[in-house]
């Protein structure tokens, strides 16, 4: 049985109790953690560190211009406040030719992982261009595991579950005209032992495509 685990987009991080303005990481992913039943509720849109525990395992922010402090003011807050990972996601290539970035929390500081693999969280992130959830085509950011294969969504699955049945469906089509030609090969050679008065038990070299 998994973990639990909440996953939720462009919500408020708050990690003080007289703290009076939110982070608002784009994704934020924490580990081990209850959802309350009530998330729908905007006040539970927010994720407040000392109710659920913990701070989040992972932050990533999405570049969409050169003023956010993607790599200065952001990511000092999110090392004060402990998240193990920081990813920074630049598809426009807005602060540099890196379009993916991840760093790893250590002695209170981020350091550059060489890969995009989150130990601790046992996921990793990939860039995959294509057509994502009906969307345009673009380069995306997907979750993937240790062998770099994509973590499909709920859609993707289904319609992968759906090209395995039809597959099958189609295996099943070819063997049942394969019986079914051996079928009609059986009864043209009867019919061709019974024209030449023989009996299927008796020794002939007969073609039954005659």
């Known amino acids: 049985m998994g973990i639990p685990f909440l996953a939720a987009a462009d919500l408020g991080l708050f990690y003080g109790i007289n703290q009076t303005e939110s982070l608002a990481p784009d994704v934020?992913?924490?580990l081990d953690v209850s959802v309350p039943e009530d998330w729908s509720e905007q006040r539970?849109?927010?994720?407040?560190?000392w109710e659920f525990?913990?701070?989040?395992?992972?932050?990533?922010?999405?570049?969409?211009?050169?003023?956010?402090?993607?790599?200065?003011?952001?990511?000092?807050k999110y090392a004060r406040i402990g998240v193990a990972y920081y990813v920074v996601f630049d598809p426009l290539e807005q602060l540099s030719s890196e379009i993916l970035q991840v760093y790893v929390l250590h002695g209170g500081c981020?350091?550059?992982?060489?890969?995009?693999?989150?130990?601790?969280?046992?996921?990793?992130?990939?860039?995959?261009?294509?057509e994502f959830e009906g969307k345009y085509y673009h380069r995306w950011?997907?979750?993937?595991?240790?062998?770099?294969?994509?973590?499909?969504?709920?859609?993707?699955?289904?319609?992968?579950?759906?090209?395995?049945?039809?597959q099958e469906r189609q295996r099943a089509d070819r063997a049942e005209q394969q019986l079914e030609q051996e079928r009609q090969r059986a009864e043209r050679l009867a019919e061709l032992l019974r024209r030449h008065g023989?009996?299927?038990?008796e020794s002939h070299n007969i073609n039954p495509e005659e």
Not at 53 to 76: F, R, T
Not at 117 to 124: A, F, K, N, T, Y
């Open 44 to 49: 539970k849109r927010s994720y407040f560190v």
């Open 110 to 130: 981020y350091q550059r992982l060489q890969d995009a693999w989150l130990e601790s969280v046992g996921l990793g992130l990939t860039v995959w261009a294509g």
């Open 53 to 76: 525990g913990k701070p989040p395992d992972a932050i990533i922010e999405i570049v969409s211009n050169k003023k956010g402090g993607e790599l200065s003011d952001k990511w000092q």
């Open 28 to 30: 934020l992913l924490s």
């Open 141 to 166: 950011l997907r979750w993937c595991n240790r062998e770099g294969n994509l973590l499909l969504t709920g859609d993707e699955q289904a319609e992968q579950e759906r090209q395995q049945t039809e």
């Open 198 to 201: 023989l009996s299927a038990g």
